[in-house]
């Protein structure tokens, strides 16, 4: 099956630090990723949908400039947390879809093991 | 945004029942997912349902999906210990020109041996 792997799987850092998590699809292209947060206990918001080659869609109310997103191949997306703050310690988790996947009628996504953010 | 909402919030069983949780949606959606996370753990995919579909099996799993209620169940018979996780319902719909996932709030499902 699709694996989509995550690094890193957790990450401590200081505040005002930038961080950067990496999203890759293993054994397929993925022309879409998705980038999403968990909070404890909460659901999985989606933050941002990252089209290779293209600028990342955020969703209402996800700073831009905060989080930055880069698809830059059809099997890597960057999501950089930048400037750090403790209120941003929390649980991130990629996804991708496969290329031409309405096509194939496979619309399921493919979940990263998702990346822990402790920001002290 | 968040379009699931899932009842109940948790759900506490012994080993061997059935565990029902249930969906509900606001808008028109593509298909239905559902997902399973172990604490801490990502998201493994459960079971797809499309708009078209009423009900579906997979195992265990048994999903029902009514578009004229917006509403959709996970049915899991024969509890194990191992099934203890929380679970997600997920929309796929379209949303500024792509199809993407809305997450319900989900059900923590515990289940005692």
């Known amino acids: 099956g699709a694996v989509v792997s995550q690094h890193p799987s957790w990450v401590i850092c200081k505040s005002g630090t930038s961080v950067k998590i990496e999203c890759r699809s293993l054994?397929?292209?993925?022309?879409?990723m998705f980038w999403y947060r968990q909070f404890p206990k909460q659901s999985l918001m989606l933050m941002a949908t990252s089209n290779e080659g293209s600028k990342a869609t955020y969703e209402q109310g996800v700073e831009k400039d905060k989080f930055l997103i880069n698809h830059a191949s059809l099997t890597l997306s960057t999501l950089t947390v930048t400037s750090a703050h403790p209120e941003d310690s929390s649980f991130y988790i990629c996804?991708?879809?496969?290329?031409?996947?309405?096509?194939?009628?496979?619309?399921?996504?493919?979940f990263g093991p998702g990346t822990r953010l402790l920001v002290l | 945004s968040q379009q699931g909402e899932e009842d109940p919030q948790a759900l506490s069983i012994q080993e061997g029942e059935n565990a029902t949780m249930n969906c509900s949606y606001k808008t028109s959606i593509n298909n239905l997912q559902w997902y399973r996370q172990n604490s801490g753990r990502g998201l493994v995919h459960l079971i797809l349902?499309?708009?078209?579909?009423r009900e579906k099996h997979s195992g265990r799993l048994r999903v029902t999906l009514d578009t004229s209620k917006k509403s959709s169940s996970l049915l899991i018979t024969a509890s194990r210990a191992a099934d203890t996780a929380s679970y997600f319902c997920?929309?796929?719909?379209?949303?500024?020109?792509?199809?993407?996932?809305?997450f319900g709030a989900g059900t923590t499902v515990t289940v005692r041996a």
């Open positions: 996804s991708a879809r496969e290329e031409m996947y309405r096509v194939a009628q496979q619309e399921t996504q493919y």
């Open positions: 997920a929309t796929d719909a379209l949303r500024s020109n792509d199809y993407k996932l809305s």
């Open positions: 054994d397929f292209q993925a022309t879409t």
């Open positions: 349902i499309r708009s078209n579909e």
